[in-house]
């Protein structure tokens, strides 16, 4: 049962869209080709409209969900943050990939300005056009640091990026403008993250626990993460993700010990 609620969404999309194809097919089989697209239209329409009010009441109810959580996590919350809220977010070169509509929302910003509690943000990114077009969400972690960091950008690597194999670091490198960083010293997980960093000083900063800690998630086989510092501040997410509540903690927790561990 909990497959199905979790998943109606995509059911009734996929039901719909086999029902419509089905009737289209039989009309134009019994040559009412004329008639077809009269006939499948209003099919179609109640579909639509249930889908964007089950979407209205989704947002209602996230919001609801994170003015909660705010009111017991001692933040302040905004369903519809100014440019100047969400500036620092923008200094990110990796928000231009989850965040290329330009679109945030959600903001969470701690009451107490004490550097220990992150401000979190959803960004969204539109991929592909027509038909493949698909929206993609991806919840942003930012923490301030009392100290300076070189700049650099971790991303994890997708089952196909492992495949191609090396080479597929200068591809995205190119994509993005990055450049690849290949560790010398320390055995940085490179099969399953990409590194990116102008700074030949980031193997310093890049200690051995961070590293430890990114074996442990790939070993519990937890999903892989991405970190980006621009040397005043350090973002973290699992791309392409809205956590739940309950997760928000767990991701909150999790990224909290990643900092800590390269600041001390």
């Not at 086999?18 to 080709?33: G, K």
């Not at 440019?83 to 929302?105: A, H, L, Y």
Request: charged content about 25%; aromatic content about 14%.
């Amino acid at each position: 049962m909990d497959f199905f609620i979790e998943n109606k969404r995509k059911l009734i999309i996929i039901y719909s869209v086999i029902a419509i194809s089905i009737s289209l097919y039989v009309l134009i089989a019994l040559n009412f080709n004329d008639l077809a697209f009269l006939i499948c239209s209003p099919l179609a329409i109640p579909i639509f409209i249930y889908l964007a009010i089950e979407d209205e009441e989704g947002r209602k109810k996230r919001i609801a969900n994170l003015t909660d959580y705010a009111a017991i996590n001692c933040f302040d919350f905004y369903a519809e943050p100014k440019e100047d809220q969400i500036f620092i977010f923008k200094e990110f070169k990796s928000t231009e990939i989850i965040g290329n509509t330009n679109k945030f929302f959600n903001l969470l910003i701690p009451k107490n300005d004490n550097h220990n509690q992150p401000s979190i943000v959803t960004a969204n990114s539109i991929h592909g056009s027509g038909d493949s077009m698909r929206s993609d969400s991806t919840q942003i972690f930012l923490y301030k640091l009392d100290i300076e960091l070189p700049k650099f950008f971790i991303q994890r690597k997708t089952r196909i990026d492992t495949l191609v194999g090396e080479n597929r670091d200068y591809v995205v490198a190119r994509e993005h403008k990055l450049e690849v960083y290949k560790f010398n010293d320390k055995k940085f997980p490179h099969n399953k993250y990409f590194f990116f960093s102008e700074d030949s000083n980031v193997e310093n900063v890049i200690n051995d626990e961070f590293i430890e800690l990114l074996n442990i998630g790939i070993k519990r086989k937890k999903a892989l993460i991405n970190i980006e510092s621009n040397g005043k501040n350090l973002i973290l997410y699992k791309q392409w993700s809205r956590h739940s509540i309950e997760l928000m903690d767990f991701y909150s927790n999790l990224f909290r010990v990643l900092k800590e561990s390269l600041i001390n």
